[in-house]
């Protein structure tokens, strides 16, 4: 079980990292491509115009194959173990390689132009921020970074300029080191987004459901009534005969453990579409949507009756319990759910009057559960 947990946490990180990456998807293609379009201009003329225009090709290519990642259902729902799309990690690949290729150009090129320089330098930069999308806090910087700064370097040394390329390489090394340390704080920003996604999610249950049943508490079921047509219902209100016993015999922790058990069982009988709520202590309500035949309820009355007979073995021991249960059903479009309720209630008190472990119909002489 701890096994499965453990994978089920790893799913929910990796889902988490997708849906951040995602809200920042078209920073990479988009900024590749004005990126792309920005250095077409700067250098148009001082480079071969060939060999331009295949490099901004492959730009391109590159922005558009990280648009295409998010896309295209295949490419991405086909994702790496961090989440990503496999897709998106190539693409940042090919914008790495594709902008640190931009000094191998033209061998002749000349490099001394502080312009020229200046505007390279920042389009290394964008094309790390912008591949990324996420300001180095993720793998994908490093996709971006290492092949544009390791051929870049490369040429540069080529070219003699040797203080330079120490530079870059320098800097390639304190910025995958840096990525090491940021990577752990990103997981850990992760898993903290997992963490308070799980809580809210826990209190929005918690604020409709039984903590210990898992069945619905008063404020669900009142949910529960806002959206169903409450003129056609049926509402059965069980409560378990000498419940204490239990609690005395073989403590609270197995009353707790009859309690869902019982609750269990009241769910296996009804209809998706009907609801089963704890009242508190051992009172619960089922209500049904659409209502029942007052014959067809009597009956689903008796099959409660008869489930709830059935021992439940605890840790502590087997539990034996019966159950009383009142049922009433909607008469006429004037009865409103209050009512409807507080007549399941004075049916179930008649039950438990006439001595217990019985069906009684609102309004209708008592019926022996085990009938």
């Given at each position: 079980m701890?096994?499965?947990?453990?994978?089920e946490r790893?799913?929910?990180?990796r889902?988490?990292?997708?849906?951040?990456?995602?809200?920042?998807?078209?920073?990479?293609?988009v900024?590749?491509?004005?990126?792309?379009?920005?250095?077409?201009?700067?250098?148009?003329?001082?480079?071969?115009?060939?060999?331009?225009?295949?490099?901004?090709?492959?730009?391109?290519?590159?922005?558009?194959?990280?648009?295409?990642s998010?896309?295209?259902?295949?490419?991405?729902?086909?994702?790496?173990?961090?989440?990503?799309?496999?897709a998106?990690?190539?693409?940042?690949?090919v914008?790495?390689?594709v902008?640190?290729?931009?000094?191998?150009?033209?061998?002749?090129?000349?490099?001394?132009?502080?312009?020229?320089?200046?505007?390279?330098?920042?389009?290394?930069?964008?094309?790390?921020?912008?591949?990324?999308?996420?300001?180095?806090?993720?793998?994908?910087?490093?996709r971006?970074?290492?092949?544009?700064?390791?051929?870049?370097?490369?040429?540069?040394?080529?070219?003699?300029?040797?203080?330079?390329?120490?530079?870059?390489l320098?800097?390639?090394?304190?910025?995958?080191?840096?990525?090491?340390?940021t990577?752990?704080?990103?997981?850990?920003?992760v898993?903290?987004?997992?963490?308070?996604?799980?809580?809210?999610?826990?209190?929005?249950?918690?604020?409709?459901?039984?903590?210990?049943t898992?069945?619905?508490?008063?404020?669900?079921?009142?949910?529960?009534?806002?959206?169903?047509?409450r003129r056609?219902?049926?509402?059965m209100?069980?409560?378990?005969?000498?419940?204490?016993?239990?609690?005395?015999?073989?403590?609270?922790?197995?009353g707790?453990?009859?309690?869902v058990e019982?609750?269990?069982?009241?769910?296996?009988l009804?209809?998706?579409?009907?609801?089963?709520?704890?009242?508190?202590?051992?009172?619960?309500?089922?209500?049904?949507?659409?209502?029942?035949?007052e014959?067809?309820?009597?009956?689903?009355?008796?099959?409660?009756?008869?489930?709830?007979?059935?021992s439940?073995?605890?840790?502590?021991?087997?539990?034996?319990?019966?159950?009383s249960?009142?049922i009433?059903?909607?008469?006429?479009?004037?009865?409103?759910v209050?009512?409807?309720?507080?007549?399941?209630?004075?049916?179930?008190?008649?039950?438990?009057?006439?001595?217990?472990?019985?069906?009684?119909?609102?309004?209708?002489?008592?019926?022996?559960?085990s009938?």
């Amino acid at each position: 079980m701890e096994h499965v947990d453990r994978n089920e946490r790893e799913q929910e990180l990796r889902d988490e990292t997708f849906r951040i990456f995602a809200v920042s998807q078209w920073v990479g293609p988009v900024g590749v491509a004005a990126l792309t379009v920005v250095t077409l201009y700067v250098f148009w003329g001082e480079i071969d115009d060939a060999r331009l225009i295949a490099w901004g090709v492959c730009a391109f290519t590159g922005a558009l194959f990280q648009a295409l990642s998010f896309l295209v259902p295949a490419l991405r729902d086909r994702r790496d173990s961090s989440g990503l799309p496999a897709a998106a990690s190539a693409a940042h690949l090919v914008t790495g390689l594709v902008f640190g290729s931009l000094l191998w150009l033209d061998p002749v090129m000349v490099l001394d132009q502080r312009l020229q320089y200046g505007v390279l330098m920042v389009a290394f930069a964008l094309a790390a921020g912008t591949g990324s999308g996420l300001s180095g806090l993720h793998d994908m910087s490093r996709r971006v970074l290492v092949p544009l700064f390791t051929m870049s370097s490369i040429a540069l040394i080529v070219r003699g300029q040797w203080f330079i390329a120490t530079a870059l390489l320098a800097f390639l090394a304190i910025t995958v080191v840096d990525a090491q340390r940021t990577g752990a704080l990103w997981r850990q920003l992760v898993a903290l987004r997992v963490d308070e996604s799980r809580r809210a999610v826990r209190q929005r249950w918690l604020a409709e459901h039984d903590e210990l049943t898992g069945v619905l508490n008063r404020a669900g079921l009142a949910s529960w009534l806002e959206r169903h047509d409450r003129r056609r219902l049926t509402a059965m209100y069980v409560d378990l005969d000498h419940f204490k016993e239990v609690n005395d015999r073989l403590g609270h922790q197995a009353g707790d453990a009859v309690l869902v058990e019982v609750a269990s069982r009241l769910g296996a009988l009804v209809r998706d579409a009907d609801a089963v709520a704890r009242l508190g202590g051992d009172e619960f309500l089922v209500v049904l949507s659409p209502a029942l035949a007052e014959d067809h309820a009597a009956a689903l009355g008796r099959s409660m009756i008869a489930e709830v007979r059935e021992s439940v073995v605890t840790e502590a021991g087997v539990a034996h319990v019966s159950a009383s249960l009142g049922i009433s059903t909607s008469r006429s479009d004037d009865q409103d759910v209050d009512s409807l309720i507080a007549a399941a209630d004075r049916a179930l008190l008649e039950a438990k009057r006439l001595g217990r472990n019985r069906v009684k119909l609102a309004g209708d002489a008592p019926l022996d559960g085990s009938g």
